[in-house]
């Protein structure tokens, strides 16, 4: 177990593709850090230089307190499990376990000690005299998760480490992970591109766009308090519907225009300037009025148009337009999913914005979080 800070570090790859910019990140003792973002932003770079296999172009990563930047692999006391797990095919099950230990010249005692325990944890143990063709995906991709585990390092890599699996299988290992992580209480950095792997396993979660850290935190700061409009469209499925429109503010009342729609927020939270802005509702946000009651539902703010009703069961997504623009609405809420189930294609819903779950954005390129509201 050890602490992984990571000061300015930049990577320029001899084509003179910028590939990671000023990266600021810190990894505390037993942390399980999340880097996400899209195809191509320097994830596996940034897993890669870690763990020693790729050059610093400037920058430090420190392992333990340790500058590991001139440091080979071998010497960073770093375990990595890829997506395609490279076990060795022709060694058994227990040899590709051993096999790192072995190199250490580790005890044999010790050796055997630490499969047994490892391979217990990850349910293996009865497939040790097997070699990988023997073995299913998942079992597979245990094995090699193991062979990290056994080798007791102070820091695991994982680069999409269940990529590979069915969505069955994927979110049966996700929670194996979890316990495994809060057994062993290692620390680790894990690349993924799957949403609810990063919520639901991360400590903390760094959003990466084109080899800048965007935001670092926790899965519900991302979620609750997106610093701008790439990490809240990146963080939350479906996404953050955006509204790019003008905000008037004359004494108490303030009006938000919209392709061509008004919406009256004198009530509500909205930037304490008037300007031109980016309103960010999650799909939750949006509530459509069941039929009883509607007066302490709140306010009606818009009338989106059905396109396309989904239903997945615990909850539905009703895909609709506002103001001609494509928006995704999602409720559980049983009253509000018979208006949404019993709409046709075309008719008109009136809908609420939750005065509370409002996300203000400034129109420039970046979309920066406007912090002065009221
Ligand atoms: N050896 C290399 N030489 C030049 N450019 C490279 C090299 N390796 C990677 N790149 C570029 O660096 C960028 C980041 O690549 P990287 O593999 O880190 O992305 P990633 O975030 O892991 O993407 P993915 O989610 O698709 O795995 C890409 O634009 C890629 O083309
Ligand atoms: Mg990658």
Wanted: with cysteine; hydrophobic share 40%.
């Amino acid at each position: 177990m050890a602490k992984l800070v990571i000061k300015d570090l930049n990577k320029i790859y001899e084509n003179k593709v910028e590939v990671l910019k000023n990266v600021n990140i810190e990894a505390g003792h037993g942390e399980f850090l999340v880097l996400v973002g899209p195809s191509g932003c320097g994830k596996s770079t940034l897993l890669r230089m870690i763990a020693g296999l790729e050059d610093i172009t400037s920058g430090s990563i420190e392992i333990g307190e340790r500058v590991v930047n001139e440091l080979p692999p071998a010497e960073r006391d770093i375990a990595m499990v890829f997506q395609d797990y490279a076990l060795y095919p022709h060694m058994t099950v227990r040899e590709n376990l051993s096999f790192g230990l072995r190199i250490k010249k580790r005890p044999q005692d010790e050796i055997n000690e630490r499969i047994q325990t490892a391979s217990k944890m990850l349910d293996i143990d009865h497939l040790l005299d097997r070699k990988p063709s023997q073995l299913s995906g998942g079992q597979r991709q245990r094995v090699a998760i193991g062979r990290a585990i056994v080798r007791k390092p102070a820091l695991f890599l994982f680069d999409e480490p269940l990529s590979n699996l069915d969505a069955q299988l994927r979110s049966q290992t996700r929670i194996e992970l979890a316990a495994l992580h809060q057994k062993v209480g290692a620390t680790v950095v894990y690349v993924t591109h799957d949403q609810v792997e990063a919520m639901t396993l991360a400590d903390r979660i760094a959003v990466l766009n084109k080899g800048r850290v965007q935001q670092l935190g926790s899965p519900l700061e991302l979620y609750n308090n997106p610093v701008n409009t790439f990490v809240a469209s990146f963080i939350g499925n479906p996404s953050m519907n955006f509204f790019k429109g003008n905000l008037e503010i004359s004494g108490s009342r303030k009006v938000f225009s919209f392709n061509g729609l008004s919406f009256d927020f004198s009530d509500a939270p909205t930037p304490t300037k008037p300007g031109s802005y980016v309103l960010g509702l999650r799909p939750e946000a949006l509530k459509v009025l069941a039929k009883e009651g509607r007066e302490s539902q709140g306010a009606v703010d818009c009338k989106p148009k059905v396109v396309l009703i989904e239903p997945h069961g615990h909850e539905t997504h009703l895909v609709a337009s506002i103001g001609g623009q494509q928006v995704i609405i999602r409720s559980a809420n049983p009253k509000r999913l018979q208006v949404m189930e019993e709409a046709t294609r075309g008719s008109e819903l009136a809908t609420t914005i939750d005065r509370k779950a409002m996300h203000w954005f400034d129109s420039t390129e970046e979309g920066g979080r406007v912090n002065e509201i009221s």
